[in-house]
């Protein structure tokens, strides 16, 4: 793949994606033109010649006109915001790139959807501001968890280009939501590379591709669906702020996304960020708060219709919470919900902004649940069988399960096993951009350090300290900052 120095990057990985010259999409372009008016989905004339789509794939790219753009969006099945083509919106002086909302258009989208959340607002939950959350004195060490994330106006950074233009093809359908290609991408991004490694991305997306949507005069974009991807990249923000370290960041996310959710008039987008709410409870010891935000939103989706697959990971949730404050029945109970509505789900694909909760998934939230009430043989069986599940795309998720296992092997003393384990995590945690990762790599090491006399785990322990040493560094270079001590927090 070319990739050259001032190009509009997001148009050219589109273009090449499709393994097609500017010349043969030209004309691939042109005879798509021609489909829509003979069906009637295109009015006025798109022409394409390679002088155009060169221009498109310049530095400094012209907005497409109308047909062109109708022509464009339906070819490649995004927004010409995704393939680099924004229009120029002014700045504020203080702000992103947002323009009033013409009156009579804010009073026919309250009517919608509510009124929408105050502007400044949106800034700070998109961008993490310390105005708005609570964060660090202005005289803190530098972070890339701030709005120094955002780059230039109207444009995508190179890695958001990438992450979309190079994900496998989805689907199209009446109902899919232009942002779509851009949530999947982040989503498996972040699966497989960690949060440290996205978290810019979409910072950069939702400040310059969805904020000036949802506060656009008119169009699809002032409905349900702009706030519901609002809500669900300021909820994928939350969890990558948490996997960097930040869990400040993560809450003023989690918060401001539950406002946004509360626009949409489908309740699953509310009960899906509950759950993201009580895992974060859950991860910061806040345990009857955890239990709390899973009941809520077990409540709140019995007014959405059935969704199995979040159902599942709010009672699971929840049995995490309750087998942490000790109530072993109670979290068999929800275990078992939690279990029954997962062998309900159906085979069609699940909601978009629903966060993916599979048999590996349970299985992993599972073997925690019993770990936490000693119960460690059933409880090994389960990390294994989310290990055995887990495909190599979810290369963190994997990690922590396996993580899991060493540890429990390690409380049954069986230290081989445990040693065998531990190396197979050195050889896949080494590019993760996560510092949950490298702080249970920590209770790893300290948990193995007792045993330090028997020379298989004396040699890894040796091989763990190497390969943390080797993940602050990572982890400092991505979030800009040096960690002190070698102990990510």
């Known amino acids: 793949?070319?990739?050259?120095?001032?190009?509009?990057?997001?148009?050219?990985?589109?273009?090449?994606?499709?393994?097609?010259?500017?010349?043969?999409?030209?004309?691939?372009?042109?005879?798509?033109?021609?489909?829509?008016?003979?069906?009637?989905?295109l009015q006025g004339h798109a022409s394409f010649s390679v002088r155009q789509l060169s221009r498109w794939e310049s530095e400094n790219p012209p907005y497409p006109?109308?047909?062109?753009?109708?022509?464009?969006?339906?070819?490649?099945?995004?927004?010409?915001?995704?393939?680099?083509?924004?229009?120029?919106?002014?700045?504020?002086?203080?702000?992103?790139p947002l323009s009033a909302v013409p009156?009579?258009?804010?009073?026919?989208?309250?009517?919608?959807?509510?009124?929408?959340?105050?502007?400044?607002?949106?800034?700070?939950?998109?961008?993490g501001t310390a105005d708005a959350i609570d964060l660090p004195p202005t005289d803190a060490p530098s972070s890339s968890l701030d709005?120094?994330?955002?780059?230039?106006?109207?444009?995508?950074?190179?890695?958001?280009?990438?992450?979309?233009?190079?994900?496998?093809?989805?689907?199209?359908?009446?109902?899919?939501?232009?942002?779509?290609?851009?949530?999947?991408?982040?989503?498996?991004?972040?699966?497989?590379?960690?949060?440290?490694?996205?978290?810019?991305?979409v910072l950069h997306y939702l400040q310059y591709t969805i904020a000036p949507g949802l506060f656009s005069a008119g169009g699809r974009h002032n409905g349900d669906e702009v706030f519901r991807a609002a809500a669900v990249l300021t909820e994928m923000a939350g969890w990558m702020a948490h996997d960097s370290g930040r869990d400040d960041l993560a809450r003023g996310h989690f918060a401001k996304a539950l406002l946004f959710a509360q626009a949409v008039s489908n309740a699953s987008v509310g009960a899906n960020i509950l759950a993201g709410m009580s895992h974060l409870a859950l991860q910061c010891d806040r345990l009857d708060e955890a239990?709390?935000?899973?009941?809520?939103?077990?409540?709140?989706?019995?007014?959405?219709?059935?969704?199995?697959?979040?159902?599942?990971?709010l009672h699971a949730m929840e049995a995490r919470a309750?087998?942490?404050?000790?109530?072993?029945?109670?979290?068999?109970?929800?275990?078992?919900?939690?279990?029954?509505?997962?062998d309900s789900i159906p085979d069609e694909?699940?909601?978009?902004?629903?966060?993916?909760?599979?048999?590996?998934?349970?299985?992993?939230?599972?073997?925690?649940?019993?770990?936490?009430?000693g119960m460690l043989s059933a409880a090994a069986a389960e990390a294994n069988r989310a290990i055995t599940l887990r495909g190599a795309d979810r290369a963190r998720s994997r990690t922590f399960s396996q993580?899991?296992?060493a540890g429990l092997l390690i409380r049954q003393g069986e230290l081989e096993a445990a040693c065998s384990v531990g190396y197979t995590i050195l050889g896949a945690c080494q590019a993760l951009g996560s510092s949950r990762v490298t702080q249970q790599m920590n209770d790893l090491a300290l948990a193995l350090s007792s045993y330090r006399d028997v020379r298989a785990v004396s040699a890894l322990l040796d091989d763990l300290t190497a390969v943390n040493q080797q993940r602050v560094s990572l982890l400092a270079s991505i979030n800009g900052a040096p960690t002190p001590g070698g102990d990510e927090t």
Request: no cysteine; proline share 6%.
């Open 1 to 41: 793949m070319s990739q050259d120095k001032g190009v509009n990057l997001p148009f050219q990985l589109a273009r090449e994606a499709a393994n097609l010259t500017q010349e043969q999409l030209a004309e691939k372009l042109t005879a798509f033109a021609e489909q829509m008016r003979r069906a009637g989905k």
């Open 65 to 96: 006109r109308p047909a062109q753009r109708a022509v464009l969006e339906g070819y490649f099945k995004t927004t010409a915001a995704n393939l680099g083509l924004t229009r120029s919106v002014p700045l504020s002086p203080n702000r992103g």
């Open 103 to 127: 009156e009579a258009s804010a009073r026919q989208h309250n009517a919608r959807t509510g009124p929408p959340p105050n502007r400044r607002e949106f800034i700070a939950a998109a961008v």
């Open 147 to 201: 709005e120094s994330a955002v780059r230039e106006e109207g444009t995508q950074d190179s890695a958001t280009a990438l992450f979309i233009a190079l994900a496998p093809p989805i689907k199209a359908t009446e109902g899919n939501s232009p942002h779509l290609v851009a949530i999947e991408s982040f989503r498996r991004a972040d699966r497989q590379l960690g949060g440290g490694h996205v978290y810019r991305s």
């Open 291 to 313: 239990a709390a935000l899973a009941r809520a939103g077990l409540d709140r989706i019995k007014t959405a219709g059935r969704v199995p697959i979040l159902s599942s990971r």
């Open 322 to 342: 309750l087998a942490r404050l000790g109530d072993a029945q109670a979290t068999q109970r929800a275990l078992a919900e939690a279990r029954k509505e997962l």
């Open 349 to 373: 694909v699940f909601p978009h902004w629903i966060a993916p909760f599979d048999g590996a998934a349970l299985a992993s939230e599972v073997a925690l649940s019993l770990q936490d009430l």
């Open 403 to 405: 993580i899991s296992l």
